[in-house]
């Protein structure tokens, strides 16, 4: 008898240990900027899902990404190391894994793991797959991958959607493909009898949806011109215009199943609004920016949509919803979408700017490139409000470990520091200093202080009066700038920022 109540109440006390964690699910924007969203200033596109989220979390005024492009932003969340130690740039098409699958290497999805979740990456991939040294198959099974780093599901956009291969990969299957007509990225055999698609540079006529670029302009999927080559896989091929409906159809799918099972994170990576900007007919026109403000419409509806899901099952509560961006905005990127900047002004079209009132974005080291969309919202747990605290995505390994009263070991995601604080709006100042990248230039932020060791002079800014970046006062604060100078040198060699 005693045994029996003994277990009972192990089963109890196991089953209210699980109700009290709680999912995590971050939508993660491509491109999208600071002042994308009606809740940091935009009035050209309006974004109500996305604002109602903020209204119902917390808001972070000064929340980054790492790198001001994808794949670093995408690598250092998801390992807690900086992409720049690793090498690791924006990748091409036919790019083998760039995070580590090594048992002692942590990642996001592992430490949930460790904690009894089910874990899932549903959209963009662009962290590669395969071996390097061996090309992807992509008839057969395609790994290692997701499920290597972590992730019990995966339903992918490989690489993205202005490069090959343009076909979903379900786990470890490209989803639909005919093996009559396999699928090859980059070389095929000779002697082939795979699907042949135009080659945009020889047969501009074949980019029917809009022109592109010369990058942009290899093989041609659904009139549109991709970077990489490509051929058969015909069965297979996504529609542009149905990607959001897809990711958002997989996503609340997923939800649904694990509502009924242990808790679980999401991290839900939206294409848009990633070039080829190529909404759904219904989203189309309902701005005056071109398919760029269309696009951003659609990742506002698909930012709803997961939070709708969530609240069917019931589990809006017991979920930590996080709304952020891998990079800042970018417009004319390859095609022509109407989503180009006046050059005379440079001022965005229509009088709207992505990077809010922010310097640069994509691609470039200043503010704009970084500072992003930063939302948090967990009801009854962390008050809804606006936040001006320093926080970065790569503390979300160290701040989530703390949350899960887990201990990360010295080597485990060295960059990431715990935040959680500063995430639950307990501290107002949030991080002393962090790193900024773009390409091979690294900035650091210390405080409210902006340093950018560049090639022919130094560029020192003080944030709390120039958020525009306009006035480089390293002439005028010799000292600052030496010691922010020296700091950035001893971060980037010590090869960590975690203590």
């Given at each position: 008898?005693?045994?029996?109540?003994?277990?009972?109440?192990?089963?109890?006390?196991?089953?209210?240990?699980?109700?009290?964690?709680?999912?995590?699910?971050?939508?993660?924007?491509?491109?999208?900027g600071y002042g994308d969203i009606g809740a940091n200033g935009s009035t050209k596109i309006p974004t109500?899902?996305?604002?109602?989220?903020?209204?119902?979390?917390?808001?972070?005024?000064?929340?980054?990404?790492t790198a001001a492009t994808c794949t670093p932003s995408r690598y250092s969340m998801l390992t807690g190391?900086?992409?720049?130690?690793?090498?690791?740039?924006?990748?091409?098409?036919?790019?083998?894994?760039?995070?580590?699958?090594?048992?002692?290497?942590?990642?996001?999805?592992?430490?949930?793991?460790?904690?009894?979740?089910?874990?899932?990456?549903?959209?963009?991939?662009?962290?590669?797959?395969?071996?390097?040294?061996?090309?992807?198959?992509?008839?057969?099974?395609?790994?290692?991958?997701?499920?290597?780093?972590?992730?019990?599901?995966?339903?992918?956009?490989?690489?993205?959607?202005?490069?090959?291969?343009?076909?979903?990969?379900?786990?470890?299957?490209?989803?639909?493909?005919?093996?009559?007509?396999?699928?090859?990225?980059?070389?095929?055999?000779?002697?082939?009898?795979?699907?042949?698609?135009?080659?945009?540079?020889?047969?501009?006529?074949?980019?029917?949806?809009?022109?592109?670029?010369?990058?942009?302009?290899?093989?041609?999927?659904?009139?549109?011109?991709?970077?990489?080559?490509?051929?058969?896989?015909?069965?297979?091929?996504?529609?542009?215009?149905?990607?959001?409906?897809?990711?958002?159809?997989?996503?609340?799918?997923?939800?649904?199943?694990?509502?009924?099972?242990?808790?679980?994170?999401?991290?839900?990576?939206?294409?848009?609004?990633?070039?080829?900007?190529?909404?759904?007919?219904?989203?189309?026109?309902?701005?005056?920016?071109?398919?760029?403000?269309?696009?951003?419409?659609?990742?506002?509806?698909?930012?709803?949509?997961?939070?709708?899901?969530?609240?069917?099952?019931?589990?809006?509560?017991?979920?930590?919803?996080?709304?952020?961006?891998?990079?800042?905005?970018?417009?004319?990127?390859?095609?022509?979408?109407?989503?180009?900047?006046?050059?005379?002004?440079?001022?965005?079209?229509?009088?709207?700017?992505?990077?809010?009132?922010?310097?640069?974005?994509?691609?470039?080291?200043?503010?704009?490139?970084?500072?992003?969309?930063?939302?948090?919202?967990?009801?009854?747990?962390?008050?809804?409000?606006?936040?001006?605290?320093?926080?970065?995505?790569?503390?979300?390994?160290?701040?989530?470990?703390?949350?899960?009263?887990?201990?990360?070991?010295?080597?485990?995601?060295?960059?990431?520091?715990?935040?959680?604080?500063?995430?639950?709006?307990?501290?107002?100042?949030?991080?002393?200093?962090?790193?900024?990248?773009?390409?091979?230039?690294?900035?650091?932020?210390?405080?409210?202080?902006?340093?950018?060791?560049?090639?022919?002079?130094?560029?020192?800014?003080?944030?709390?009066?120039?958020?525009?970046?306009?006035?480089?006062?390293?002439?005028?604060?010799?000292?600052?700038?030496?010691?922010?100078?020296?700091?950035?040198?001893?971060?980037?060699?010590?090869?960590?920022?975690?203590?």
């Amino acid at each position: 008898m005693l045994k029996k109540i003994i277990l009972s109440s192990l089963v109890i006390s196991n089953a209210l240990f699980a109700a009290e964690k709680p999912n995590v699910v971050i939508v993660y924007g491509d491109d999208v900027g600071y002042g994308d969203i009606g809740a940091n200033g935009s009035t050209k596109i309006p974004t109500p899902h996305i604002d109602k989220i903020a209204k119902q979390g917390l808001l972070f005024t000064d929340g980054h990404c790492t790198a001001a492009t994808c794949t670093p932003s995408r690598y250092s969340m998801l390992t807690g190391l900086y992409g720049f130690r690793k090498g690791v740039r924006i990748l091409p098409p036919n790019a083998p894994l760039c995070i580590s699958t090594a048992d002692a290497d942590i990642t996001l999805p592992k430490l949930f793991k460790r904690a009894g979740y089910n874990t899932a990456v549903i959209g963009k991939w662009h962290l590669g797959l395969g071996k390097a040294g061996t090309p992807v198959n992509w008839n057969k099974e395609i790994k290692p991958g997701p499920i290597e780093v972590g992730f019990d599901y995966s339903f992918l956009l490989p690489s993205t959607n202005d490069r090959v291969p343009c076909v979903y990969v379900e786990n470890y299957r490209v989803v639909n493909l005919d093996l009559n007509d396999p699928l090859f990225v980059g070389t095929v055999p000779e002697g082939h009898k795979s699907t042949i698609y135009p080659y945009g540079r020889t047969n501009p006529e074949a980019e029917t949806y809009y022109p592109a670029d010369h990058q942009h302009s290899e093989t041609v999927i659904n009139g549109i011109g991709r970077i990489g080559k490509m051929w058969g896989g015909k069965s297979a091929l996504w529609n542009d215009e149905g990607m959001a409906d897809e990711f958002v159809n997989q996503a609340k799918k997923y939800i649904a199943k694990q509502s009924k099972e242990e808790p679980f994170f999401l991290y839900f990576s939206s294409q848009d609004i990633h070039v080829p900007r190529a909404p759904h007919p219904r989203f189309q026109g309902k701005t005056k920016l071109g398919k760029r403000g269309d696009a951003m419409i659609q990742f506002d509806w698909s930012v709803g949509a997961i939070s709708k899901a969530l609240e069917q099952e019931g589990l809006t509560e017991n979920t930590i919803l996080i709304v952020s961006s891998d990079n800042g905005p970018v417009y004319d990127d390859g095609y022509e979408d109407g989503s180009t900047v006046r050059k005379s002004t440079k001022e965005a079209d229509q009088g709207h700017d992505g990077s809010g009132p922010y310097r640069g974005g994509k691609y470039q080291i200043y503010e704009g490139g970084t500072r992003v969309p930063f939302i948090i919202r967990w009801p009854g747990k962390i008050n809804p409000g606006v936040s001006s605290a320093l926080v970065s995505q790569i503390d979300f390994i160290a701040s989530f470990a703390n949350l899960l009263n887990i201990k990360l070991k010295p080597i485990e995601a060295p960059d990431s520091r715990n935040t959680l604080q500063a995430f639950m709006g307990k501290d107002k100042k949030g991080l002393e200093f962090t790193l900024e990248e773009a390409g091979k230039m690294i900035a650091i932020r210390y405080n409210h202080w902006k340093y950018i060791p560049t090639k022919k002079r130094a560029q020192l800014f003080d944030l709390s009066k120039d958020k525009g970046e306009k006035h480089n006062l390293v002439s005028d604060n010799p000292e600052i700038a030496k010691k922010l100078a020296g700091k950035l040198n001893s971060l980037r060699k010590n090869g960590r920022l975690r203590n």
